[in-house]
C-alpha cells in the first residue's frame, strides 16, 4: 500500500475552530497527524490551507442503475460522489429489477463493488415491487447484508404492511426507513398546495400527504419499537411530530435535503421542472421549521435524495416531468455556503449532520467519523476560501437537474480518499498533487 502527506490542511476543532494540521494516511488509515508532520510518502499533497474532513456520508441517494442508466450509472454517480466529497453512500433499491429478494441484492452489491470509487451500502425494498402489501423476507435481505429497508419513492400505504415491516425490521435490528406520502391526498398535485401553484395554474399537493402518513407510521413505530427513520422531511408539522415523538422515546431519527433547507415554493415562479421533486419543496414557514429541527437536533442529518434524469425529461412541463433533482455534487458547499458561514450552523453541527449522525444511525464500522489515527482514510478536501458559480456543464453526474445552477458558492471539493486513495482531484489538480 501507498502513502500519502497532506500538508498545510486545516481542521475542525471542537465546536468551531479550525487549526493547521498535517496528515500521513498509510495502508488505507490515517497513521499521524500533527501540526507540522515530517516524514517519508509516496505522494505529497499541498493542501494550500484547504479544510480537510472526515469524508461525508450520504443515505439518501439514486444511482439509477440497472434499469435507467441514460439518467445516472453507478459509476458517474459514485464519481459524483466523490466530487461532492463524499466518501460512502446508501444506494435506493428503486431499480428495475427492484431490489426485493437476495438475488438481486447480490447482484447490486456486485455491481457496486465493481463499478463504484466511493464505498456503497445498498439498501432493500419493504416490499416487492416497492408497492405489494407483502412484505419481503427481510431477514434473508439483512443477512445478505442490506444496510436497512424502505420503499424510497412510494409510501407504503397500507398500515398493516407497514406494521409487519416494522416488526420484521426490528427483530433483525435493522433501521425501516420511510417515504411518508398517502397516495390517496396527491389530488394528482405537481408542486406544493398553496400560492404560486395557484399562480402558475398548476396542481397543488397537501402536506397533508406526508404529515398524515408519519403520524400513522409513529404510532406503529412505537408499538414495536423499531428504529424508524424518517426520509425528505419537508413539512412544518412533520418536524413537529418527529420532536414530540423524540420527547416521547419513540426511536425515530429523520432527514432533511439540500434542496428543501435552501428553497421554497415562493421560488418557483415559472414552470420550471428542475424546481419538481417529491416531496415538493412547501412555503417559507416549513424551510424555516425545517433549518431550526436540524439546527436543535430535532432532525439529525442531511441526506441529498440526489435523483438524476435526463435533460429530455426535464425540459418537459412540471405536469409531465419526473420528480427528483440532484445534489451530491452541491450539497457541502451550499450548505457551508448558506448555514456555516453566515454562522447559523457550526462545523461541528455540520459534521454531525453529513458524517458522525448517519454512522451511528446506521451502524457503520468502515467510515471515517473523525479525524483520528486509526481511522480509515476516508477524506475530502474543501476550498473554502473561493467563490465558484455551480454550472450544468461541470457535474460528474450524467443528470444536470439541479435547482442551484449559476448560485454562487464556497467550499468546492479539491479532493477525495476513499481508504487512502485519491477518487478525485479538481480540475486544477497539478497544483493539489504536487510533490512539495
Ligand atoms: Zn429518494
Known amino acids: 500500500m501507498t502513502s ?31 501540526e507540522d508532520l515530517v516524514c517519508e510518502a509516496d505522494h505529497i499533497v499541498d493542501a494550500k490551507m484547504a479544510l480537510l474532513l472526515p469524508g461525508l456520508i450520504d443515505v439518501h441517494v439514486h444511482f439509477r442503475e440497472p434499469g435507467f442508466a441514460d439518467k445516472e450509472t453507478i459509476a458517474t454517480g459514485s464519481s459524483a460522489a466523490a466530487r461532492g466529497g463524499f466518501t460512502t ?31 456503497i451500502k445498498q439498501y ?12 419481503d423476507d427481510l431477514p434473508a435481505l439483512a443477512k445478505a447484508g442490506a444496510i436497512a429497508f424502505t420503499n424510497d419513492g ?71 419499537g423499531v428504529h424508524y427513520h424518517v426520509a425528505h422531511l419537508s413539512a412544518l408539522e412533520s418536524v413537529e411530530l418527529i420532536r414530540i415523538a423524540k420527547q416521547h422515546s419513540i426511536n425515530v431519527t ?53 435523483a438524476p434524469h435526463t435533460d429530455r425529461e426535464k425540459a418537459q412541463s412540471m405536469l409531465t416531468a419526473p420528480n427528483g433533482v440532484t445534489g451530491i455534487e452541491t450539497s457541502f458547499p451550499l450548505l457551508y455556503t448558506h448555514l456555516v458561514k453566515p454562522g447559523i450552523m457550526t462545523w461541528h453541527r455540520l459534521l454531525e449532520v453529513m458524517n458522525q449522525k448517519a454512522a451511528e444511525v446506521f451502524g457503520l464500522t468502515d467510515a471515517a467519523t473523525k479525524l483520528a489515527v486509526g481511522q480509515p482514510a476516508d477524506l475530502a478536501l474543501f476550498d473554502i476560501d473561493h467563490a465558484h458559480t ?34 478525485y482531484a479538481a480540475e486544477r489538480s497539478e497544483a493539489w498533487q504536487n510533490v512539495i
Not at 498535517?22 to 490515517?30: A, E, P, T, V, Y
Not at 431490489?99 to 447482484?107: F, S, T
Open 4 to 34: 500519502t502527506l497532506i500538508k498545510h490542511a486545516r481542521v475542525v476543532m471542537g465546536e468551531n475552530k479550525l487549526v493547521k494540521c498535517d496528515l500521513l494516511l498509510k495502508d488505507g488509515l490515517i497513521a499521524e497527524l500533527a
Open 89 to 119: 453512500v446508501f444506494a435506493m433499491p428503486n431499480l428495475n429489477p427492484v431490489v426485493d429478494n437476495v438475488a438481486v441484492l447480490q447482484n447490486m452489491q456486485a455491481l457496486n463493488r465493481r463499478d463504484a470509487v466511493v464505498k
Open 124 to 135: 432493500a425494498a419493504i416490499s416487492a415491487g416497492l408497492t405489494a402489501n407483502k412484505v
Open 154 to 224: 412510494k409510501g407504503v400505504q397500507t398500515a398493516d404492511t407497514m406494521y409487519q415491516a416494522m416488526q420484521a425490521a426490528a427483530k433483525v435490528h435493522k433501521v425501516l426507513v420511510a417515504h411518508v406520502e398517502d397516495d390517496s391526498l396527491i389530488h394528482a398535485g405537481v408542486m406544493n398546495a398553496g400560492p404560486s401553484a395557484k399562480a402558475l395554474g398548476l396542481p397543488g399537493a397537501s402536506k397533508l400527504s406526508e404529515t398524515s402518513q408519519l403520524a400513522r407510521d409513529l404510532m406503529i413505530a412505537k408499538a414495536t
Open 254 to 306: 429523520a432527514e432533511v435535503s439540500p434542496h428543501h433547507l435552501l428553497l421554497d415554493d415562493s421560488m418557483i415562479v415559472k414552470d420550471d421542472a428542475n424546481m419538481k421533486m417529491n416531496p415538493p419543496l412547501r412555503s417559507a414557514d416549513d424551510r424555516a421549521a425545517l433549518i431550526a429541527g436540524l439546527l436543535d437536533g430535532t432532525i439529525d442529518m442531511v441526506a441529498t435524495d440526489h
Open 390 to 423: 455551480i454550472r450544468a456543464d461541470e457535474f460528474a453526474s450524467k443528470g444536470s437537474n439541479s435547482p442551484f445552477i449559476n448560485w454562487t458558492i464556497f467550499g468546492q471539493t479539491q479532493a477525495t480518499w476513499v481508504n487512502g486513495k485519491q477518487v
